[in-house]
């Protein structure tokens, strides 16, 4: 295997890990207050052009990756901007043991 196809997976894994704790954090707390808004707007922003851009190039570490880290960050971001009463609603949802 190409040792720069193994760079890139490598970094696949830790750009969608880096994710999953924050929203594992988002889920348990419903807390989101040290989250800068725009920022995570900018960032799935981000990850959306470079999946469109992976698509384009059908290059699907890039799409994967991508995809991953987006639905991640939005889901981050969506949690963001809910009131807090439907955030934690969600969160429940997603953590009865909450």
Known sequence: MDIALIVG???S????????PQVWKII????????SKRMYA?????????SVFG???????IIL????????????FVMKI???????QLAAKLDPDR
Not at 65 to 75: D, G, K, P, W
Request: hydrophobic share 55%.
């Open 28 to 35: 348990k707390t419903a807390d989101t207050a040290a989250i």
């Open 42 to 50: 900018v960032t799935v922003i981000g990850f959306a052009l470079w």
């Open 65 to 76: 990756t991508n995809l991953v880290c987006f639905c991640l960050s939005a889901f981050i």
């Open 13 to 20: 894994i830790c750009s969608m890990t880096s994710f999953v």
């Open 9 to 11: 997976y490598l970094a």
């Open 82 to 88: 809910l009131p807090q009463g439907r955030r934690s």
């Open 55 to 61: 698509v384009m190039r059908m290059e699907w570490p």
